[in-house]
């Protein structure tokens, strides 16, 4: 039986999760170990989480009605994807603890609000302006130069919504490929690799934060996380502060990840804040069997308000994804002695989808 205290819950308390994907999914793994039972929320009538929940609603986000069952039935909320609408999560944060809250998704889900918000912490990022119309883009061209990116302000992920603005570049026919939706355009940032910070915030505001990883990516998706990052101490310690500022300044509840471009300047290396995920993260699954504590047990503990957990290393810890037709090489995989096979029970293998992922580990030489 659950036993709220004041520092929060306690086993047997029911935890709901709105999406159904794979980190869903391994968020109810992860609870139930911790004697937490998952309710999943979600459109889809065959969503992964599912089939390891206690009990799952199908559900339209926008059903107010069924919205309010869930509420009744759950004792927290958290979320497995940063486009919940906002209109739902005001709804069920009324009714019920929502973590992380209203405020991270409202900052995360624009890329404009987001650039904003990390450029006023005094943080890097790259240099940006906002983009409503085709002369805007032209404007935001001439100002930032060629290449640059440009992104829609939401709903993009895995490289949707993206247009590299190159030198041949017609921006009329970029404008046309995001649909004229509100953008931003990003200054290109020549970086010598991609990394992130993978960190939790508690409910008394404790902080705790993997090693700094890093992220290689093919056709825009994460298709290798190796740990740890080839980056000074320095470097890494001013990656992990800004994880920490940003936690703070939003208030945040749960794990995070922040992504950073590396760049080597005269003066040595500087991190660049990319994006924010308001949500356990893809390059945080080597955390699984590489760290003392994976992402989705310290996210069930940090909602739950139970004591964050250590992030210690195990070792040099690489984490693939298994994209598309590379699931059906399941088999060897399980046949090799240092690695940790993840599938996520999706049914039909497509190009470019996440069908599981596998971590490798080898001993730390000093």
């Not at 996380?225 to 208030?251: C, H, K, Q, W, Y």
């Amino acid at each position: 039986m659950k036993r709220p205290d004041s520092s929060g819950l306690a086993p047997g308390a029911v935890l709901g999760i709105l999406g159904g994907g794979q980190l869903a999914r391994m968020l109810a793994l992860a609870a139930a170990d911790l004697g937490v039972r998952a309710h999943i929320f979600a459109p889809e009538p065959d969503s992964p989480a599912y089939e390891v929940a206690a009990r799952h609603t199908i559900g339209a986000y926008e059903d107010e009605a069924a919205l309010a069952t869930f509420a009744d039935a759950v004792d927290v909320v958290t979320y497995e994807f940063e486009n919940v609408p906002a209109a739902t999560a005001a709804f069920l944060a009324a009714r019920t603890p929502l973590h992380p809250g209203a405020r991270a998704l409202a900052v995360t889900q624009d890329r404009l609000s987001e650039k904003r918000f990390v450029s006023e912490l005094g943080l890097a990022v790259a240099p940006f302006r906002p983009v409503d119309s085709l002369a805007e883009l032209e404007q935001a061209v001439a100002a930032l130069g060629r290449p640059s990116v440009l992104k829609t302000r939401r709903f993009g992920y895995d490289g949707k919504g993206q247009v590299k603005i190159g030198v041949d570049t017609d921006l009329a026919q970029a404008w046309e490929e995001i649909g004229h939706f509100p953008a931003i355009l990003e200054g290109f940032v020549s970086f010598v690799r991609e990394v992130s910070v993978v960190a939790a915030r508690g409910l008394d505001g404790s902080f705790a934060a993997f090693d700094v990883c890093e992220n290689e990516h093919r056709d825009h998706i994460l298709a290798l996380t190796s740990v740890p990052a080839r980056l000074g101490t320095a470097a890494a310690a001013t990656a992990i502060d800004a994880a920490r500022r940003i936690g703070e300044a939003l208030g945040y509840v749960g794990v995070f990840a922040v992504e950073f471009f590396l760049v080597e300047t005269s003066s040595g290396e500087q991190v660049v804040v990319n994006e924010i995920a308001p949500r356990v993260h893809n390059s945080g699954h080597w955390t699984s069997e590489g760290a003392q504590t994976s992402q989705f047990h310290q996210h069930i503990r940090a909602v739950c308000g139970f004591p964050l957990g250590a992030t210690t290393r195990r070792g040099h810890v690489t984490m693939e994804n298994l994209i598309g037709d590379r699931v059906h090489d399941w088999r060897a995989i399980l046949a090799e002695p240092n690695a940790h096979l993840h599938l996520y029970g999706k049914h039909e293998a497509r190009p470019g989808r996440k069908m599981g992922h596998v971590t490798r580990i080898s001993p730390a030489v000093d």
